[in-house]
């Protein structure tokens, strides 16, 4: 065996993955995962090491980089992954694999919804299922703020930051931006 | 409808860190501008999330088919997409991923995310607190998911189960 094929990865070890081999496992995984993000990234993990297309060290890899791109964490995982794996084709695979299952299952659901009108039982269901928003999303906060390394600057910029989105409103996004401008400058004299 | 376009491409620029983090950002532009009462928004979200699908993504479809129908809905998901689909575009394609992660730009990153956090969280809350149920439900929830492993998933249809249970009975 010569030394250029010893040090192969495993995923050039495999032919590259077609279009529709790396469509059809997104589409699956979007389709049948509830609960967003948090769920649906570990699921991803898990099933391309099981394909043998990327290993688990190189998956967490390519998600680092994925978090620094704004949007749905599991379109970003998936476009991450199919551009890694079979290029071009395999990102626009990944992108549309994610994308066609909640389109049509929104489209569904509130047809239904629709038809369903004004139900105690539905109407009691969404109440409840709402409730937990807050909470659930005070938590996720939560733990970012244990997982962060806490310095005195970055902690005032964080609080700052928070008032300043809270009063922001429609201004927001631009508010957003002004913080990020703000800190990155922060970061950048060694806070 | 462009009005409607332009809102969802801009919320998906500032969508870091996972779709909640950006719920209470949909939630200034499309309630504060009146296109959608709290109510009606309220009902969204919690449709969005027993949907299969990140949650941003669900949310940007509905408020789209709620107000413009199927068109509305294809644009809101396609505006909110356009921005992170180049950005990524970008990254893996051109760059091949050699994009350093982590350092500066990382924590400067977290200290908006936070922000958007703790405005989402800000927006919901008068929502949530509005009967004694909701709030105890809320802070189960919060405890649930903030110092065990429970599944979120269980904790949304639970609440809704507890939800259907209550108006039926009461």
């Known amino acids: 065996m010569n030394p250029r094929e010893a040090g192969r990865g495993p995923e050039s070890a495999a032919p590259a993955p077609g279009f529709l081999s790396v469509f059809s496992l997104f589409f699956g995984i979007s389709a049948l995962t509830i609960g967003g993000g948090y769920v649906m990234v570990p699921v991803i993990q898990r099933a391309v090491e099981k394909k043998g297309w990327l290993p688990e060290a190189e998956f967490y890899d390519l998600f680092a980089a994925a978090q620094s791109v704004p949007g749905p964490m599991a379109l970003n ?18 992108a549309t694999g994610i994308l066609l299952p909640p389109f049509i ?11 369903a009108g004004e139900h105690p039982l539905l109407r009691g ?9 807050p909470g659930l999303v005070a938590a996720l906060g939560l733990n970012m703020v244990r997982k962060r390394a806490w310095k005195k600057r970055r902690a005032l910029l964080t609080l700052l930051g928070s008032i300043a989105l809270i009063l922001a409103g429609p201004w927001a996004v631009p508010v957003f931006f002004i913080i990020i401008a703000l800190s990155r400058l922060a970061e950048g004299r060694g806070a | 409808m462009t009005a409607l376009i332009l809102t969802f491409l801009k919320i998906g620029a500032a969508a870091y860190g996972g779709g909640w983090t ?10 504060d501008k009146g296109w959608l009462s709290p109510e009606a928004f309220a009902d969204l979200i919690a449709i969005a999330q027993v949907t299969p699908g990140p949650v941003a993504l669900n949310t940007a479809t509905l408020v789209g088919f709620r107000l ?3 068109w509305g809905a294809l644009l809101a998901t396609l505006a909110v997409v356009t921005v992170p689909l180049t950005v990524s575009y970008i990254i893996t394609i051109l760059a091949h991923g050699h994009i350093r992660s982590g350092g ?8 908006g995310t936070i922000g958007l956090i703790a405005m989402t969280v800000w927006s919901f809350a008068p929502q949530a607190a509005l009967s004694w149920a909701t709030l105890a439900l809320s802070v189960a ?3 649930a998911s903030a110092f065990t492993r429970i599944n979120p998933l269980w904790i949304i249809l639970g609440s809704g189960t507890l939800g259907a249970v209550a108006r039926v009975l009461f």
């Not at chain 2, 500066?104 to 200290?111: F, I, Y």
Request: charged share 10%.
């Open chain 1, 105 to 115: 299952a929104i489209l569904l659901v509130s047809s239904l919804i629709g038809a």
């Open chain 2, 104 to 111: 500066k730009l990382t924590e400067a990153l977290k200290t």
């Open chain 2, 22 to 31: 950006i719920v209470g950002v949909i939630k200034a532009s499309v309630v």
């Open chain 2, 141 to 143: 929830a919060f405890l």
């Open chain 1, 125 to 133: 269901f969404l109440d409840g299922a709402f409730a937990v928003v």
């Open chain 1, 77 to 94: 995982a998936a476009t991450f992954v199919g551009g890694k794996v079979a290029g071009i084709k395999g990102f626009i695979a990944g």
């Open chain 2, 68 to 70: 413009y129908g199927f």
